[in-house]
Antibody
């Protein structure tokens, strides 16, 4: 069974930093691209970014709203995905989901974690 | 960025109804479109990918169609567990983008 479990959320002041983790199990983590998607309270889904797999040099993509502030990384030996968030703004307040991407002509998101809440407030 | 526009944003229906949700892309995305269902306090769940391919385990009352810029999600016979919010997402180009969501409520 595919499982994705996020952790690391919490309350942080504007300008602060936070690191989210996502523990994966039930599949060969190293084969898959992995994404972060967020959802502000009462709002829709917003794609944050992606890390590709080793075969694609672990390259990354980011949404314009987080580029230069957020960094996505992974540790295939630990089946873990990370999101380092720096220079946090109040508008970064959201539930953050990690999601697995699978391939069928292109990479689509097929499994999501339960999410972790990040609140940016003074 | 490609803009995804869903319609309607919300609507009410009854169990047993056939409902259709539309998603329009601001430029052509071939068939690189997915549909997700989200219930309150829960993670999104994949229903359809490649515009019309049903994800394993998803009931056959869900179906998707379209290519290019216009797509639809159809639920053939609404069940009580289908009342939720539905999102489309394009995975043709970066940044990936979602529609604003369609909230399906019980009439």
């Amino acid at each position: 069974e595919v499982q994705l479990v996020e952790s690391g959320g919490g309350l942080v002041q504007p300008g602060g930093s936070l690191r989210l983790s996502c523990a994966a199990s039930g599949f060969t983590f190293s084969d898959h691209y992995m994404d972060w998607v967020r959802q502000a309270p009462g709002k829709g889904l917003e794609w944050v970014g992606r890390t590709r797999n080793k075969a694609n040099s672990y390259t990354t993509e980011y949404a314009a709203s987080v580029k230069g502030r957020f960094t996505i990384s992974r540790d295939d030996s630990k089946n873990s995905l990370y999101l380092q968030m720096n220079s946090l703004k109040t508008e970064d307040t959201a539930v953050y989901y990690c999601a697995r991407a699978s391939y069928s002509s292109s990479w689509y998101l097929d499994y999501w974690g339960q999410g972790t809440l990040v609140t940016v407030s003074s | 960025a490609i803009r995804m526009t869903q319609s309607p944003s919300s609507f009410s229906a009854s169990t047993g109804d056939r409902v259709t949700i539309t998603c329009r892309a601001s430029q052509g995305i071939s068939s690189y479109l997915a549909w997700y269902q989200q219930k309150p306090g829960k993670a999104p769940k994949l229903l359809i990918y490649a515009a019309s391919t049903l994800q394993s385990g998803v009931p056959s009352r869900f179906s998707g169609s379209g290519s290019g810029t216009d797509f639809t999600l159809t639920i053939s016979c609404l069940q009580s567990e289908d009342f939720a919010t539905y999102y489309c997402q394009q995975y043709y180009s970066y940044p990936r983008t979602f529609g604003q969501g369609t909230k399906l409520e019980i009439k």
